[in-house]
């Protein structure tokens, strides 16, 4: 086979081209509810370093009395009672645990050694790490004085890695308390206790417990965002999903209960995925990460229809004014009604918006092209400069509304997405742009993300560089799973409390990283094979030195001999700054683990004979980059 590359023809690829799409998908199910909170956690317990679960004792709901799981009690019947009433100071979140201690360490009922109260033992356990410092804060009501100890404990409180006491003589008004606490032991699977020895009620309600370090300050996981930060996405897709719309509209993502101070957000039960969240990880916590990260947010808000039911188009309106009421929140100056919210909340400057969603995967549906317009219009008059993305996909005919991108997604077999690296070759190039928001292989060739996946994954990524003047964005789908509540398989990035790994779609996902803004060149495959794609781009690193990556994915069982001849182009003789890295495994299905992280991640070399002419060996079932110094 040969691979000839003209690199004196080439076309700049859209900065925009490879980003990444956040769901907040932690999963539930009513009856699991019920008993213990068994849930696959992206946001909280996942990138959102709060470390308790069910902060405000109201997963429930707001009725009591809530479910308070996973908090448990430490005591029994003759030493504390629990249990949850209205009675807190945050208006919308008014649920609040009482605890009636009825031991006293001076009394004939004597409190057991420890004391009694409530643990949480967070998302499967809390990872916390001898010498790390950990912010407790929490707010405390009771008729008299109180003497609490705050620590972080092993998982069954037997050894105490951190703690302080509140000693507190005045509390009879709900008291907000923060403790710093200094591990001196290292375990992930911990828990936070609050216990006393004291006899008396005492009122608890919005607990938080997070690592001081966190990404630039901002309350994310850093090893979990650090990955992130590794493919250089361009874009960041946000909070969903399925997430957005709800399985009805009375429980789907609204922004506005998002924002603000963490204790005052009423949280809500995401129906689609079956979960309570407290939503600490808001909208403007995502603005804030696509900031971190150097993305564009494109932010995804419901468009007046959820699963099961929809608004119609006269009464959308409502729905309208708050997709404007959030622009303002990211894009308004601090004066501004929402701007100065966003203001409040430490963020005087605007955030970078420019790309909205209205709704997720709607097309179709009865009220989508009329609640579509009425967004349309209003947003296009408001913020002329904003980019608005449709559900309705665009690539086999036109749209029937006006868009400036569609949306596309695919979830299938590797054979059907390696095969679709053609699938936008013949899409017609006028009109809006297309933005692939979800792909990915799914069902058994992906098993919990195989290297069979994530070939054909690259596969399509080829045909998407290659059709870059059409496709201006796409993103894997889902990005991460807590390994304790798989319910979406696969997913790019694998966590639990302390560990975390990328499936081998996540390394296909680095070995993109360079694409968006390069520049594609000519390149033409000659071979009968249809197991073979290649292509050819430039890009400049951080010191200017400009590098010529071929990448070339073999979806077959046989090695290849690849004749590459590059024209127009001068290449180094600095031997030491070309590399190949090869991404293969000896079995097709293999998988990464937290006992083999890095079974199946690309192995770099250098390229000793980089030439204008070089014979190239492909492995069998690999995807192989070339990053040559010219
Ligand atoms: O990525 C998981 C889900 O797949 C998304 O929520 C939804 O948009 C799609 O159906």
Request: charged fraction near 20%.
């Amino acid at each position: 086979a040969n691979l000839i590359i003209n690199a004196s023809i080439s076309r700049p690829i859209p900065e925009t081209l490879f980003g990444i799409f956040f769901e907040v998908i932690f999963l539930l199910s009513i009856q699991e509810f019920d008993s213990h909170l068994e849930i696959n956690h992206a946001g909280a317990g996942g990138i959102w370093a709060e470390l308790v679960s069910n902060r405000g004792f109201e997963a429930g709901g707001q009725n009591t009395p809530s479910n308070i799981a996973p908090w448990s009690i430490i005591g029994d019947q003759s030493s504390l009672t629990v249990s949850t009433d209205r009675s807190s100071c945050f208006e919308r979140n008014k649920v609040a645990l009482q605890m009636d201690v009825l031991c006293d360490s001076k009394d004939s009922n004597i409190c057991p050694a420890g004391g009694v109260g409530i643990y949480n033992p967070g998302f499967w356990g809390m990872n916390i790490e001898q010498g790390k410092v950990y912010k407790v804060v929490l707010h405390v009501r009771s008729p008299g004085p109180v003497n609490v100890s705050v620590s972080l404990t092993s998982s069954d409180g037997s050894k105490i890695l951190a703690t302080a006491n509140i000693v507190d003589s005045d509390v009879s008004n709900w008291t907000k308390v923060e403790v710093l606490l200094e591990a001196t032991g290292t375990d992930p699977n911990s828990r936070l206790q609050l216990t006393t020895s004291r006899k008396g009620v005492i009122w608890f309600d919005q607990v938080s417990a997070m690592p001081l370090d966190t990404y630039k300050g901002h309350g994310f996981r850093n090893e979990l965002i650090e990955m992130l930060d590794d493919i250089k996405p361009q874009f960041i897709r946000f909070p969903g999903g399925c997430f957005v719309e709800g399985e009805w509209l009375r429980n789907a993502f609204r922004w506005k209960e998002s924002i603000g101070p963490w204790e005052e957000r009423p949280g809500h039960f995401g129906d689609v995925w079956m979960y309570w969240t407290d939503d600490g990880l808001g909208y403007f916590e995502f603005l804030q990460l696509a900031e971190d990260l150097g993305s564009r947010p494109i932010w995804v808000f419901n468009n007046g229809i959820s699963h099961q039911d929809q608004v119609d188009t006269t009464a959308v309106l409502p729905f309208v004014q708050e997709a404007l009421d959030g622009l303002e929140f990211a894009r308004g100056d601090s004066n501004s009604k929402w701007g100065s919210v966003r203001a409040a909340m430490g963020h005087p400057e605007p955030f970078d918006l420019k790309y909205v969603a209205v709704g997720n995967e709607d097309c179709g549906k009865k009220n989508y092209r009329g609640n579509y317009l009425k967004f349309y219009n209003a947003i296009r008059s408001a913020y002329p400069d904003i980019k608005i993305i449709s559900n309705c996909d665009g690539s086999s005919r036109s749209l029937d509304h006006p868009a400036d991108y569609y949306d596309f997604h695919v979830y299938t077999s590797a054979s059907n997405l390696f095969s679709m690296t053609h699938q936008f070759d013949r899409t017609s190039r006028t009109g809006p742009k297309a933005f692939v928001s979800e792909y990915a292989v799914t069902g058994k060739d992906a098993g919990t993300g195989s290297l069979l996946a994530a070939l054909a994954e690259a596969g399509f990524l080829i045909g998407l560089e290659k059709n870059s003047d059409i496709v201006e964005m796409a993103s894997y789908a889902p990005l991460f799973v807590n390994a304790n509540d798989r319910r979406w398989n696969p997913d790019a990035i694998v966590f639990n409390s302390s560990k975390h790994y990328g499936t081998p779609s996540y390394w296909v996902q680095k070995l993109f990283r360079e694409s968006s803004g390069a520049n594609l060149l000519d390149s033409k495959l000659q071979t009968n094979s249809s197991t073979l794609v290649a292509s050819a781009i430039t890009w400049q690193n951080s010191d200017g030195k400009t590098y010529l990556k071929i990448k070339i994915v073999n979806f077959g069982n046989s090695k290849v001999n690849l004749k590459v001849s590059i024209d127009g182009l001068g290449l180094s003789s600095q031997l030491s700054e070309s590399t190949k890295t090869v991404l293969t495994s000896s079995n097709l299905m293999d998988e990464n683990s937290f006992s083999n992280p890095k079974k199946v991640v690309p192995a770099q070399t250098l390229v000793e004979n980089a030439d204008k002419d070089m014979d190239v060996v492909l492995s069998p079932y690999s995807i192989t980059s070339f990053d040559l110094l010219t």
